[in-house]
């Protein structure tokens, strides 16, 4: 089992920039991808980015490009979202994630982390 702690959101102005970290712990090991997902009150679920294991490929959705940076420490068991350039409509629950080894399918969820950004 993988466990997965969030830590660094809050309430920020627009404009502004949050630096978000997941955790990994438990039985991890080589192979696995890491993303960040995030949930608005009262909308689905959307996939904001997602890094691979040895870090060489990052994906974002069209709504954070540019602005979000996902990234992955030299462990690779702790992974970045730095948000800049922040808008309202970023306000959300943001949850990090984990594949399998060498899967493509995110199976470990964390709790989440709550980012308010004010106009």
């Known amino acids: 089992q993988v466990q997965l702690i969030e830590s660094g959101g809050g309430l920020v102005q627009a404009g502004g920039s949050l630096r978000l970290s997941c955790a990994a712990s438990?039985?991890?090991?080589?192979?696995?991808?890491m993303g960040w997902f995030r949930q608005a009150p009262g909308k689905e679920r959307e996939f904001v980015a997602g890094?691979?294991?040895?870090?060489?490929?990052?994906r974002y959705s069209d709504s954070v490009k540019g602005r979000f940076t996902i990234s992955r420490d030299s462990t690779k068991n702790t992974v970045f979202l730095q948000m800049d350039s922040l808008k309202p409509e970023d306000t959300a629950l943001y949850s990090c994630?984990?594949?399998?080894?060498?899967?493509?399918?995110?199976?470990?969820w964390g709790q989440g982390t709550q980012v308010t950004v004010s106009s």
């Open positions: 994630a984990a594949t399998r080894p060498y899967s493509a399918n995110y199976y470990y």
């Open positions: 890094i691979n294991w040895s870090g060489s490929s990052t």
């Open positions: 438990g039985r991890t090991s080589a192979g696995y991808s």
